[in-house]
């Protein structure tokens, strides 16, 4: 999957970053159409995690975190940057305790729950833009 970064900074001897994506994804059921989108990536709080507008058949339903990211227990600083682009091997990624009952809700199913992994072993790779 591909979702473009659209700006944002990172601070790669920290790994303190905001970054901005454009594209999102589309989940379906029936009638029901959920779109999670505008996504950013946050490392600054606590924990890092990803945000994005969430909307149920054309009706917003909020800006909410949508995923909590793991870092690999080897990570080390400082994230080397080569030519603009940062690369993290090994994230795991689970749905955030918050995104699980407005996904429940609009589907009508108790499926989604906290702490559901989404994914494990992700490289995030983020091709920063050119500083304006």
């Not at 946050?42 to 890092?48: H, Y």
């Not at 994230?91 to 809700?105: F, M, Q, R, Y």
Request: proline residues 7%.
């Amino acid at each position: 999957m591909n979702i473009p970064v659209t700006g944002g900074a990172i601070n790669p001897t920290t790994t303190a970053a905001q970054i901005t994506h454009s594209g999102g994804l589309t989940l379906t059921s029936g009638s029901m159409v959920v779109k999670l989108q505008s996504f950013l990536v946050d490392t600054t709080g606590s924990a890092p995690i990803i945000t994005g507008l969430v909307g149920a058949n054309g009706k917003l339903v909020g800006h909410i975190t949508l995923v909590d990211l793991t870092q690999p227990r080897d990570f080390k600083l400082p994230v080397c940057e080569d030519a603009g682009t940062v690369t993290i091997p090994n994230i795991d990624v689970k749905l955030n305790t918050g995104a699980a009952e407005p996904l429940n809700s609009a589907f009508g199913v108790s499926a989604f729950t906290g702490e559901l992994e989404v994914g494990s072993g992700y490289l995030l790779t983020i091709n920063l833009p050119e500083p304006r």
